[in-house]
């Protein structure tokens, strides 16, 4: 005989239940799946699962040439192309000990730059929409358009830029692009108090940030979280900086690595916000010195048949998300024989497993959308 007792009234309140939120949600962005257990209305434990969007990115550069990676490297995280193309490219340049032309490299510091402004503004202003505030978004797309309009112009494209070669760009400014790309960064930096006021300054957005979903700098170094969220936990470290690449060394005057000590949704906002501030400033100290520079190559001449010596390197760039890798392993042929791909967005996701546990459901929103990540990048 078997007896079964039911638990009722108090009893029930208890009882721990599993809630999946995603693959497909409007609060995951996109096809990330987080399996929560529940105690009444507080989460026990967080499992992020991925792998929804997988598209064998790493397995897929084996089969192209050095050329044509640039193309897949420039989609894994589609708020940052031009910063993923450059990694790649840098690390085939090592492997051949190309120098760039000056020229180039400027350019290609000014072009980060503005790149990383898009990414965060897209952020800025998508954050607040999570939290119930509708109307920074538009702002932030009419920022994000001016900037479009002179990234598009310079290289046809408004996501997938394609401008980054092996060796340099893939050509020259246009003839007065300067002036329209400095009235831009004018234009958008005179507009930015109004996320300083508008979100940073409201009361009903701090209240639901400050102290919410604090990420301890242990945590950070555990996980290997970069970027924004890692220096919004007190964490001082920038490639930029820490290991100057392109023209950062000579941008140290102008270079500020904006931290925080709490570690919590608001100075993880902060940060990207102050981050955003100061790219536009990087971004205007490029074209001062590149109109200073007189006329030159702006790319290396290649082979037809580009192939890499047989050996090893890591590239790593200071992405708008965190930091971002190529290991590149060459057996001397036309295509890499392995290039593994270390993604911001990867590792940060992974810390939601140390921070929603013990918060409420009514804060799972406001911690995942503060970690900054885009999908393509958790799921290269």
Not at 134 to 155: G, K
Not at 191 to 207: H, P, Q, T
């Amino acid at each position: 005989m078997t007896e079964t007792t039911v638990g009722i009234g108090g009893a029930a309140e208890s009882t721990d239940m599993v809630l999946n939120i995603g693959p497909q949600h409007p609060s995951t962005h996109g096809v990330l799946r987080l399996r929560l257990v529940l105690d009444g209305e507080r989460i026990r434990s967080a499992e992020p699962v991925v792998g929804y969007m997988h598209r064998g990115a790493e397995k897929l550069f084996e089969a192209r040439d050095y050329r044509q990676i640039v193309m897949l490297a420039n989609r894994h995280d589609w708020l940052s192309a031009f910063s993923n193309e450059l990694g790649v490219v840098m690390a085939v340049e090592r492997m051949l000990g190309m120098e760039v032309p000056e020229r180039a490299v400027w350019m290609r510091t000014l072009l980060a730059e503005l790149n990383r402004v898009l990414n965060h503004l897209m952020f800025l202003g998508s954050y607040p929409l999570e939290l119930g505030g509708i109307t920074p978004i538009f702002h932030a797309f009419r920022e994000r358009e001016e900037l479009q309009a002179v990234m598009e112009e310079i290289s046809g494209g408004r996501m997938h830029y394609m401008f980054n070669r092996v060796g340099g760009l893939k050509e020259d400014l246009p003839l007065g692009w300067t002036g329209r790309a400095r009235a831009a960064i004018a234009d958008v930096t005179s507009r930015m108090s109004v996320y300083d006021d508008l979100v940073r300054g409201n009361e009903i957005f701090r209240g639901r940030t400050r102290g919410v979903g604090v990420l301890s700098a242990g945590a950070v170094h555990a996980y290997g979280v970069s970027g924004p969220i890692a220096r919004g936990s007190g964490v001082d470290f920038d490639l930029r900086r820490d290991e100057p690449y392109l023209a950062y060394g000579e941008l140290q005057d102008v270079l500020k690595v904006v931290t925080r000590q709490e570690g919590d949704c608001l100075a993880r906002f902060e940060c990207l916000l102050d981050q955003t501030h100061n790219a536009l400033e990087l971004a205007e100290a490029c074209l001062d010195r590149l109109e200073q520079l007189p006329p030159g190559p702006i790319n290396q001449r290649l082979p037809k048949v580009l192939k890499a010596p047989e050996g090893h390197t890591y590239a790593w760039t200071e992405n708008p998300l965190g930091i971002n890798g190529y290991y590149l392993v060459s057996k001397g042929e036309k295509t890499p024989y392995r290039l593994k791909l270390r993604s911001a967005s990867y590792n940060n996701i992974q810390a939601l497993t140390e921070l929603l546990p013990g918060t409420l459901v009514a804060d799972m929103v406001a911690i995942l959308g503060s970690m900054f990540f885009v999908v393509g990048d958790i799921d290269k």
